[in-house]
């Protein structure tokens, strides 16, 4: 959190659990992360409310966005192999999806540089 103190854009990437296929991507914004939003995370303390908590502290970006990166629901985790998971988390293809994702959630915000 405390990297963010000060920053005008933050840019979070996150594993989440859920009903999506793994390697689905989802990507929210601001108060939609404070608030909440329908984000399961792989965390014991979520993403939202740690972000709640900087918000109440007033330690929050202007700008505030993260990239989903779905890993599939946690009952499936024993089920499906670790090492098959990695692999289908760590493609090339995947990784392509979330530079272009990334590129194009900056490029928005050229006046920050």
Not at 69 to 98: C, N, R, V, W, Y
């Amino acid at each position: 959190m405390q990297e963010m103190v000060g920053a005008r854009l933050a840019l979070l990437i996150d594993a989440m659990t859920g009903d999506l296929p793994p390697g689905s991507l989802q990507c929210f914004q601001g108060k939609e992360l404070i608030a909440g939003a329908p984000l399961l995370s792989s965390h014991a303390f979520d993403v939202s409310s740690a972000l709640a908590l900087g918000a109440a502290l007033d330690q929050l970006p202007k700008e505030l966005y993260m990239l989903g990166i779905a890993i599939g629901a946690a009952e499936d985790f024993s089920a499906q192999p670790m090492t098959e998971l990695a692999s289908d988390l760590t493609s090339p293809e995947l990784m392509a999806k979330i530079h272009r994702k990334i590129i194009r959630i900056i490029s928005r915000f050229r006046d920050l540089w």
